[in-house]
């Protein structure tokens, strides 16, 4: 199946942006789904993660109070909103997803989309 993320852009500072992770060709519910970020230079780190369940079970710490994951089982997408962006938030930001119920070992990954946080 296939997970397409998109919403990135160019951002100031303090704004926000809602990017949105569509999984095509399975159930959504049988899946857990992950954001990721990967800036340059840096390595890939997890966001955030929404488990098959519905219930949200992780943000990093960086996110925390900034970044909302939810789910739409009926159009079969994830989102993350991302509040109050900070310059260090720039990133490729992936979608991931895993047929177990917890947020890990990832084995289906989609194309990602550039968030960059500038003045």
């Known amino acids: 199946f296939q997970l397409q993320a998109s919403g990135g852009g160019l951002v100031q500072p303090g704004g926000s942006l809602k990017l949105s992770c569509v999984v095509s060709?399975?159930?959504?519910?049988?899946?857990?789904i992950g954001w990721f970020r990967q800036a340059p230079g840096k390595e890939r780190e997890g966001v955030s993660c929404?488990?098959?369940?519905?219930?949200?079970?992780y943000y990093t710490d960086s996110a925390k109070g900034r970044f909302t994951i939810s789910r739409d089982s009926a159009k079969t997408a994830v989102y993350l909103q991302m509040n109050s962006l900070k310059p260090e938030d720039t990133a490729v930001y992936l979608c991931?997803?895993?047929?177990?119920?917890?947020?890990?070992?990832?084995?289906?990954w989609g194309q990602g989309t550039l968030v960059t946080v500038s003045s």
């Open positions: 929404i488990n098959k369940r519905g219930i949200t079970t």
């Open positions: 991931a997803a895993t047929a177990g119920s917890s947020c890990s070992q990832y084995g289906y």
């Open positions: 060709g399975v159930t959504l519910e049988f899946y857990s």
